[in-house]
């Protein structure tokens, strides 16, 4: 194993945390306002070619959950299986679904989910002749000073930690807190390729001395726990700082230190690393471009899972048999929509709600069609166009039986997909519409797609009334459903 090479960057260490120590203590005048950003989330998972012949399927997935800089709403599951909703460790929540003796190959999930998200910023480090109120103490907080299997903070570590707070001069959690930042921003390089990154494996990155941030964030909370300062290490999911639309191709980790008398101080050490011109900023800041799913390591999943504790929990997770099954396909894909609430002047967050400015109109007895009078109406010989204007992979995961995914109505290019897609059919064609990615009173897709056809010509179209979603108001009470892309153009 290399040694870290700490003796000849001796020098450049100090000078580089020694400035930086000093504007630790600079007070900065007039802080600004937190940004905040409002988006929607997709989390798709799906286990496929389950053996022939199992006997059991698990399959967990993480939750997000609301914290002190990111509130949840409107959480929809599509699923044609029953799941549940767990608490698992260090107040993670985890949705968990079982099947007994499979018939299918397959067992595909669906979430959905809005999110606020307000940028984390440690205003305490800016304010001069500060006094720390009292704050809540966490629970976990033991846990966060001791190791992970993958993160030891033995002889080793430890006196690598203390070469570098030693070469900086550090005397405060706070100053050595920084050197140790400093030092592994200046020292470590971002870089995936080859083997051994991604696994938050400290001594993988101390020799290597790249990887990605979990290899990062792995000597800053080693390095930090061994010197006696609670750092924790939490995981979700990036987005890119242009506002938008778009997939995710990974996740994203990052973590916090306790300095006495300031509270928990967040870094990102791995994207300070990519920018060096936010190398201030990420020391006492996360952006509001990320959504949390779950805290800590080595977990215990909720009912336990029968293999080893997982090194970290952002993907699904399944098992067959009881054992490891990484056949699982997943996506992620986000879209910004409209702030619904800002700040109240006393601090706290107002409720969350959706808001749809596009939507006019309210929709009339006239306009629905009740799911019972639909699956009746789909047996006669005067079956209606049926068109699925909500969310692909909600349709790939299910759909009524004959119903074409015509595009997502809430979206410029939706509604040109849904006009081509009906730009042939006879104006007195009977057209049903349905989407049920949300309770019916914040869908932003039906009411698009209503007035689109309206304005075409289309004088009988209705919409399918889902009050709660499609999977409890149509899957769970037996309607017919179809799975695929079998009429998907």
Not at 9 to 31: N, T
Not at 174 to 203: C, F, M, P, S
Not at 211 to 218: E, I, K, Q, S, V
Request: with cysteine; glycine share 6%; charged share 25%.
């Amino acid at each position: 194993m290399k040694r870290l090479v700490h003796s000849g960057l001796r020098f450049v260490v100090f000078a580089v945390v020694s400035a930086s120590l000093l504007s630790l203590w600079i007070p900065k005048a007039g802080a600004e306002t937190p940004r905040e950003r409002k988006f929607e989330f997709d989390y798709t998972a799906t286990v496929k070619d389950i053996p022939a012949g199992s006997r059991r399927v698990d399959l967990w997935i993480p939750v997000p959950h609301d914290g002190p800089f990111q509130k949840i709403s409107d959480l929809q599951i599509e699923s044609t299986y029953p799941y549940q909703f767990h608490e698992a460790q260090y107040g993670n929540k985890v949705l968990h679904i079982a099947l007994k003796n499979p018939q299918q190959t397959t067992l595909s999930v669906a979430m959905r989910f809005n999110t606020l998200r307000k940028e984390h910023i440690q205003e305490r480090l800016q304010a001069a002749g500060y006094s720390a109120p009292k704050e809540d103490r966490d629970p976990n907080m033991s846990r966060w000073l001791q190791p992970d299997r993958l993160v030891p903070i033995d002889g080793k570590v430890r006196q690598w930690a203390e070469e570098v707070v030693n070469a900086a001069g550090a005397k405060t959690d706070l100053e050595k807190a920084r050197a140790i930042y400093n030092h592994v921003v200046a020292t470590v390089k971002y870089d995936k390729t080859g083997q051994g990154w991604g696994r938050g494996d400290i001594y993988y990155a101390c020799d290597a001395r790249r990887g990605n941030c979990t290899d990062f964030h792995a000597i800053v909370i080693g390095y930090c726990r061994a010197l006696g300062i609670p750092a924790r290490f939490a995981i979700g999911f990036p987005l890119p700082s242009d506002r938008g639309a778009g997939q995710i191709s990974g996740y994203h980790c990052w973590a916090e230190f306790y300095a006495k008398g300031i509270g928990w101080v967040p870094l990102d050490a791995s994207e300070a690393a990519k920018n060096p011109a936010k190398r201030e900023y990420f020391f006492g800041a996360h952006d509001e471009n990320r959504v949390e799913f779950s805290i800590g390591r080595d977990l215990t999943l909720n009912p336990r899972q029968s293999a080893e504790p997982l090194n970290y929990f952002v993907y699904p997770y399944a098992e067959v048999d009881g054992k490891p099954f990484t056949s699982v396909d997943k996506s992620f894909a986000y879209r910004d929509v409209p702030a619904a609430t800002v700040a109240s002047s006393d601090g706290s967050e107002a409720a969350i709600e959706m808001k749809h400015d596009h939507i006019e109109g309210a929709s009339t007895s006239n306009d629905l069609i009740e799911p019972a009078d639909l699956a009746s109406l789909l047996k006669s010989e005067h079956k209606p166009l049926v068109l699925q204007i909500g969310v692909v992979h909600l349709y790939k995961l299910a759909h009524i039986p004959g119903s074409i995914f015509a595009g997502t109505a809430s979206e410029a290019e939706g509604i040109n997909s849904l006009k081509k897609e009906v730009a042939a059919v006879p104006r007195d064609r009977e057209i049903v519409c349905y989407c049920g990615c949300c309770p019916w009173d914040h869908c932003p897709n039906t009411r698009p797609a209503f007035n689109a056809l309206h304005e075409m010509g289309f004088a009988k179209v209705r919409l399918l009334h889902l009050p709660n979603n499609f999977t409890q108001d149509w899957v769970m009470k037996n309607y017919p459903v179809e799975k695929g892309l079998e009429t998907l153009r």
